[in-house]
């Protein structure tokens, strides 16, 4: 499977961007997918996830201001994050269980 990873951009401190996630097939056998961010000189972490039961897993440092979903209907998988901060500033990653990582998309969070 590609995860084809869009939306990243340049934001100024408490806007807003939805980052998404389109992968090949059919997500609706995925049990897990989400977001990971990876920074510079620090490592992949999480961000959000979530099950085909739609359960939800977020990153403490995140809760309350980014939003994940998945829309099995267009194999997509979605972040909406408000209120970014500078610290949000990242490489962030797809994520698909049992599968590689798909390509990321830049997240610049400007002070």
């Known amino acids: 499977v590609q995860l084809q990873a869009s939306g990243g951009g340049l934001v100024q401190a408490g806007g807003s961007l939805r980052l998404s996630c389109a992968a090949s097939?059919?997500?609706?056998?995925?049990?897990?997918m989400g977001w990971y961010r990876q920074a510079p000189g620090k490592q992949r972490g999480m961000v959000a996830i979530i099950s085909n039961l739609n359960s939800k897993e977020y990153a403490p440092f995140v809760k309350g201001r980014f939003t994940i979903s998945r829309d099995n209907d267009k194999n997509t998988v979605y972040l909406q994050m408000n209120s970014l901060k500078p610290e949000d500033t990242a490489v962030y990653y797809c994520?698909?269980?049992?599968?590689?990582w798909g390509q990321g998309t830049q997240v610049t969070v400007s002070s």
């Open positions: 097939v059919s997500i609706d056998g995925i049990g897990i």
């Open positions: 994520y698909a269980f049992g599968y590689p």
